[in-house]
């Protein structure tokens, strides 16, 4: 068989096969492996349980007690922690990592329900979805008066299950504010000087009740 009949032939195989996908219906993308669950589904489960459980629990502590089992259920703190410890992580020990992973959950979680408390009586708004490879961002938005406060959630896939790994609320990350902020401790006075300042850090949290959550109850 001639080659000029060979080419022939397989431009012609590739035709139909290339009609044959133009009438196929258009399949839903999604990378393999992935939760099938949305992200913005994620998202809007949780912090629309957040507002529910400000808006109706008139005990703080409840309200704190239920909002932390949310905020936990979704967000990845470890690779938060991670993240915020940079290359220190790795000069860390077991021990050490365990109790900063402790420590820091504690306080990203009372930043950021700081912030999502401010906000109890504002509608949310729920932006555009972006999915590459295994990451994925959440776009929300408080409506507040006339002005729209941005709070994006990053993600990623893990047990199944789409998690946070860092908040950026109005344009600023809080993994990147701690690390910025842990960086310079680190430096100073290495990694149990940051974890002494930590500790001391949730004792003054622990002493004070948040105003915003009290003022609801």
Known sequence: MSFTLCTSRLLAVTTLLASLLVALPPMPVQAAGLPAEEPTAVIRQTVDGILEQ??????????????SALVRGQFSFELMAQGA??????????????????????????TYMGRI?????????????????????VETYIQSG????????KLLPHQDRWQVYDVVIEEVSLVRT??????????RRGIP????????KLEQLRAETPPAVEERA
């Open 85 to 110: 410890m940079g290359p220190y992580w790795h000069q860390a020990s077991a021990q050490q990592r365990s109790t900063f992973v402790a420590l820091f959950t504690e306080l990203l979680e009372a």
């Open 146 to 153: 006339n002005t729209e406060i941005p709070i994006f959630y």
């Open 178 to 187: 701690y690390r910025s902020s842990y960086t310079d401790i680190l430096r």
């Open 117 to 137: 408390t401010a906000y109890t009586n504002e509608q949310v708004r729920y932006g555009q979805q972006q999915v590459r490879q295994n990451r994925a961002l």
């Open 193 to 200: 000087g940051l974890l002494q300042e930590m500790e001391q």
């Open 54 to 67: 400000l808006r109706t629990l008139p005990d703080a502590q409840s309200r704190r007690d239920r909002i």
